[in-house]
Structure formats: C-alpha cells, structure tokens
C-alpha cells in the first residue's frame, strides 16, 4: 500500500511533465494567460461586481453635480469660461481617481472643490478591486500547486507578463474607461466639442495606464510571496492608505508640506498633475 510521501514523489515525477506537443505562439499564450485570470477573477467574485456597480454609479453622480451646478450657477459669474470649467473639472477628478487621501488638484473653486467626496471614493473602490483581484492571481496558484500546470506549457517569463497584463486589463476597465466615460458625459452635458480637448483625454489615457502599472506590479509582487490571497489583499491596502495618511497628518503637525511626498500613490497624482 502506498504511502503519502510515495504518492507525492509519483506526481512529482510523472504528473507534471514538460509539454511536448505543438506551441502556439508566445503573444496568444501570454494573452490567453491575462485573459483567463481576468474573466476568472470577475465571474467568480459576487464583491468585486457588487464594486464595480457602486463604482460606476459614484462616477456618473460626480458628472451629474458638475452639470447641474454649470446649469444653476453659469460659470461666466465666477469669472471663468465653459471650457476651463470643463478642463478644470475632468482634470481634478481623473487625479482624484488615484489620489486616496491627499487631494492633488491643479486648481481651486466651488464646482472643483466638490469633486474632493466623491473622487476619494473613486479611488477607494478601485484600490480595494485591485487589491481583490491582484491578491489571488499568484498566491491562488502557489496554494493550490497549480503552477506547474501552467509552466508545463508557458514559460516563467509569460506567466508572470500575463499575470500583470490581467490586472492592466482590468485597470484599463476599472480606471481607463471611466475616466474616457467622464470625458464623453462631461461634454455632452456642458456642451463641449468632443475634438476641442482630445489633448486632455490622451494625457488621462497616459496618466491612468501609468498609475494602474505602478500598482498593479506592487499587488502582483506581494501576491507572489505568500499563499494567501487575503494577506496579499490587505498588505496592498494597509500599504496605500498609510502612505496617504501618515505623511499628510506628519506634515500637519510639523508644517512642512514636502512629506507628501512620501505618500506613493500621491506622487503618482502629483507627476500626473505636471504632465
């Protein structure tokens, strides 16, 4: 009768050989990776849909509120033009989506100044769907001993870049798209031109994929060093929401504003906000 460890060492031996058939090519292999992790992660997840609702919803109300107070209150009477209340607007919530809690903003005013509420939570929910999502795409394998599987046919180098083209793919819906979303509202709803500030939606497209690389590459490693998706999970959001706090209240207390620029993800905002 066998035992565990003669079971084990079989498998180890004869389960798990280096695939000999034909290879497709190393693209499809890679893409098949990212796109199997990323349909995976939002079909099985009831949370991350229940996120991803509330998420779009907290959007079209931070458009709404912008439209409406254009409409009550014209823009001509606080001395600014349409389109730099526009500029302003989308400029101050695209930061807003990656700032957490230190506000980057690029200026100062009654309809931008209420962006502030509404932008955090943006930045929130997409931090706890990254976090969600990233937190299991390694550790999830590594439990279940189910890299093997994967290496028998991919190699290392296209596991790992298709784990992280996953979560950029899934940014690219969760932060990309809703920042094009705000651009097409905003300028129906004010009656801009959808040409007039194409410059403004190609640097959101930059700065957006910019920002969700940074971190996902941080969730993708901390996923990697344990098994456990919850841990990986946490240690991503305890990380960023400390970094956000800690050097704004420190530079309360001490006067100096240049301790933000410990907060990670507000320097991200903050070189956004230069471009």
């Known amino acids: 009768m066998s035992t565990e460890g003669t079971d084990e060492t079989y498998v180890r031996k004869f389960g798990f050989r280096p695939f000999t058939g034909v290879r497709l090519g190393r693209l499809y292999r890679t893409v098949s990776v990212a796109w199997f992790n990323l349909i995976e992660a939002i079909r099985r997840s009831g949370f991350t849909k229940f996120l991803l609702v509330i998420m779009i919803f907290n959007l079209i109300i931070q458009d709404v509120v912008i439209i409406v107070l254009a409409r009550l209150v014209p823009p001509e009477l606080l001395g600014i033009t349409l389109t730099e209340l526009f500029q302003g607007s989308y400029t101050d919530s695209v930061l807003g989506m990656v700032s957490i809690l230190n506000r980057i903003t690029t200026q100062t005013g009654p309809f931008t100044g209420g962006l502030g509420l509404t932008s955090v939570g943006t930045s929130f929910l997409w931090l706890l769907l990254l976090s969600v999502v990233g937190g299991g795409l390694i550790s999830d394998d590594k439990l ?132």
């Open 144 to 275: 279940y001993r189910t890299t093997e599987t994967y290496f028998s046919r991919i190699t290392r180098l296209e596991y790992v870049i298709g784990k992280l083209l996953s979560l950029m793919l899934f940014s690219l819906f969760i932060l990309t798209f809703p920042a094009v979303l705000q651009y097409v509202l905003l300028c129906m709803g004010l009656g801009i031109g959808f040409l007039d500030n194409v410059g403004l939606l190609v640097w959101a497209l930059g700065f957006t994929l910019m920002a969700a690389l940074a971190l996902s590459m941080i969730i993708l490693s901390l996923s990697s060093l344990t098994k456990r998706r919850s841990l990986a999970s946490l240690t991503l959001f305890i990380f960023v929401v400390l970094m956000s706090s800690l050097p704004s209240a420190f530079g309360t207390i001490v006067n100096n504003p240049v301790t933000l620029l410990i907060d990670f993800v507000g320097c991200i905002a903050l070189f956004g906000a230069m471009m």
